[in-house]
């Protein structure tokens, strides 16, 4: 079992930037995929950014360039530095571990952007 807990949502200008952490439980955090998640009202679920254990990045499309996923293994804690958010960026941004093959999730925390 792995629990998730993210922390750093809240509300913030286009154009303003955001850190969200994600603290995850357990002695072996270093070979778990982390990633992050969000998810819009009415919209499905999307994957924002992910990190394999050997450091390896994957972005989504809309992000790159503007987010930053890292990981510090001595702290089992990922991030996500968000800039230059843009409107369309609000949603519930939730944490995600894998760990031999199961998917874990955090309870999520909500990032608003205004125009």
């Known amino acids: 079992q792995v629990q998730l807990v993210e922390s750093g949502g809240g509300l913030v200008q286009a154009g303003g930037s955001l850190r969200l952490s994600c603290r995850a439980s357990?002695?072996?955090?270093?070979?778990?995929?982390m990633g992050w998640y969000r998810q819009a009202p009415g919209k499905q679920r999307e994957l924002v950014a992910s990190?394999?254990?050997?450091?390896?990045?994957n972005y989504a499309d809309s992000v790159k360039g503007r987010f930053t996923i890292s990981r510090d293994n001595t702290q089992n804690t990922v991030y996500l530095q968000m800039n230059s958010l843009k409107p369309e960026d609000t949603a519930v941004y939730l944490c995600?571990?894998?760990?031999?093959?199961?998917?874990?999730w955090g309870q999520g925390t909500q990032v608003t952007v205004s125009s």
């Open positions: 357990g002695s072996i955090f270093s070979i778990y995929t």
């Open positions: 990190i394999t254990s050997g450091f390896n990045t």
């Open positions: 995600n571990a894998l760990k031999w093959g199961t998917y874990y």
